[in-house]
């Protein structure tokens, strides 16, 4: 059975820092590329970046891009994404998300429970 | 960046109904296209992907159409389970796209 499970969301200060991490297991974890969506609190769905099966290539939306980083662990099962420069519009609940594809990500087909991440003074 | 937009925003309706709900992408994308219903306080999940292709364990009664710009998620007869939002997301190019929601109700 997949599991997918987020940890390290929180309360941050605007301009603070935050790494969440996402462990999995019942999968070849280093045959997919993975990925994190958030949804703010009664908003729709973004797409935030996502990483391909090797770590080797990473892809990240404009409003991330320079201040986050996913990275991944093949060795562990696990997926990080360091957030620097937080800002009040990145609250959201933060979802890590695994695609059935290894490189190019064309969309995910099982998600963890999400991690909030709230950014407030 | 391509941007998909769905119509209806909230759609009410009974159990037993046909509903369909569309999604317009601003740009051609073929179809790259895939379809994930969440319901309140979990994780979204997927239905359909390549615009027809249904995901595993997901009932027949979702059906997904279209190519290019155009497309639609048809629920054949609406069960209980279905009341949920559902959301268009775009993979043409490598940055992801979703719609902004259709938040199905009971009527």
């Known amino acids: 059975e997949l599991h997918v499970l987020e940890s390290g969301g929180g309360l941050v200060r605007p301009g603070g820092s935050l790494r969440l991490s996402c462990e999995t297991s019942?999968?070849?974890?280093?045959?997919?590329?993975m990925g994190w969506v958030r949804q703010a609190p009664g908003k729709g769905l973004e797409w935030v970046c996502d990483?391909?099966?090797?770590?080797?290539?990473?892809t990240y939306a404009d409003s991330v891009r320079g201040r986050f980083t996913i990275s991944r662990d093949n060795s562990r099962n696990t997926v990080h994404l360091q957030m620097n420069s937080l800002r009040v519009e990145d609250t959201a609940v933060y979802y890590c998300?695994?695609?059935?594809?290894?490189?190019?990500?064309?969309?995910?087909?099982?998600w963890g429970q999400g991690t909030l991440v709230t950014v407030s003074s | 960046d391509i941007e998909m937009t769905q119509s209806p925003s909230s759609l009410s309706a009974s159990v037993g109904d046909r509903v369909t709900i569309t999604c317009r992408a601003s740009?051609?994308?073929?179809?790259?296209l895939n379809w994930y219903q969440q319901k309140p306080g979990k994780a979204p999940t997927l239905l359909i992907y390549?615009?027809?292709s249904l995901h595993s364990g997901v009932p027949s009664r979702f059906t997904g159409t279209g190519s290019g710009t155009d497309f639609t998620l048809t629920i054949s007869s609406l069960q209980p389970e279905d009341f949920a939002t559902y959301y268009c997301?775009?993979?043409?190019?490598?940055?992801?796209?979703f719609g902004q929601g259709t938040r199905l109700e009971l009527k």
């Open positions: 998300a695994k695609s059935w594809d290894a490189v190019v990500v064309p969309g995910f087909d099982f």
């Open positions: 019942g999968f070849i974890f280093g045959n997919y590329a």
């Open positions: 990483i391909s099966n090797s770590g080797g290539s990473t």
């Open positions: 740009d051609s994308i073929s179809t790259y």
């Open positions: 390549g615009a027809s």
């Open positions: 997301q775009q993979n043409h190019r490598t940055t992801l796209t």
